[in-house]
């Protein structure tokens, strides 16, 4: 099978499966897309026309199936299955992000942190041990890794980045403020905090002068 | 002044701020547009016209001024002036926010963190006191509050926000993973890591299936 999704509907599917999972916890069974519209503010035929992209899923009449819909989305996702991933760097936000658990329900198994800070080694974050950076390349091998969340400072990010994509690593994860020069064939998602705050303050001085947002 | 800045080009001005950052700390004096484009992956033409809805900066054959490129587009952005913040959690993500030194130098001030176990209550984080909540309203009025980080549970979020926004912030960073209902004149930047990591997840899984992407 083979299809072009556009970018703006892989943005949205995991805001639906958020959406779904927060129905199925209030016990909502179903809902139309009507409904659904009014909640995420987004169109009823924005809703329809994404969900086709991958075959509809919906009723004439009935509307969705919550949990169906949820499971569903959650396959396109890939969520039923396992991934491993490490992250290197555990400092602050590495030690964040090992502490959601939220990440675990949804497959996304946190196999080790990696750091080259002596006094972290050996210590554990939620159970899951600190390690030397020396020890990844076998770590990756062997624990069938496919995603690196990388946290560590902006100098140490494109050196270590290209090495475990070079170990077998499938997809980066990105929070070092500065862009990754990877093959073609991997995938990167950035998350550039600094870029983040720094549009809140854009809009925040254009509306100061009178812009339009 | 009244015009309106395309969200594609409010994205990439922080992009090019950071590029340009960099070339400043390597002592380069001016760039032209085209090696720009082939250090930021964006065409030549994509940077001058986004530069142009600010009135250029270019002068035709000689390129940019680094220096002088980064200082515009910082008062663009609105990094000249001091934003004052509120970091309202300080979980992990509050306190990895809190230890950025970054942010300070582009202006954004955090001024206390806000949480609600009082065995938090009165350490610091990087020299920053953490108050309990109930003081947040005098707070945010008497430090002149512009900017509030929220990096509480999402059954928490909605309500402090649209308690900070009735005290007087302006702008709310949201790490929590919901979508806040406030006012229409109140700026929202959302952080959803949860969502990021899906979509890095549904890019894996589709390549797997064999999908375009």
Chains 1, 2 share one sequence.
Do not use: C
Request: net charge neutral; aromatic share 10%.
């Amino acid at each position: 099978m083979e299809k072009q999704i556009s970018n703006a509907v892989i943005k949205r599917l995991p805001r639906y499966y958020r959406y779904l999972g927060d129905l199925l916890e209030n016990d909502v069974v179903r809902i139309s897309s009507g409904e659904l519209s009014s909640k995420m503010n987004v169109t009823a035929s924005q809703i329809r026309q994404d969900l086709n992209n991958f075959g509809g899923f919906g009723q004439q009449g009935y509307g969705y199936n919550v949990e169906y819909l949820y499971e569903e989305i959650g396959k396109i996702l890939g969520l039923e299955k396992k991934n491993n991933m490490v992250i290197i760097g555990a400092g602050n936000i590495g030690q964040a992000l090992t502490n959601y658990t939220d990440f675990e329900r949804r497959g996304f198994i946190i196999k080790g942190l990696f750091d080259n800070d002596v006094s972290k080694i050996g210590k554990r974050v939620r159970g899951i041990e600190i390690y030397k950076v020396d020890l990844l390349e076998e770590f990756i091998k062997k624990e069938d890794i496919s995603i690196a969340a990388i946290t560590v400072p902006k100098e140490y990010a494109p050196k270590i980045a290209s090495d475990v994509v070079k170990w077998g690593v499938k997809a980066v994860w990105n929070f070092a403020p500065t862009d990754l020069l990877l093959p073609d064939d991997v995938l990167v998602e950035n998350v550039h905090l600094a870029e983040s705050l720094m549009r809140l303050s854009y809009r925040l001085n254009a509306k100061q002068r009178g812009d339009l947002l």
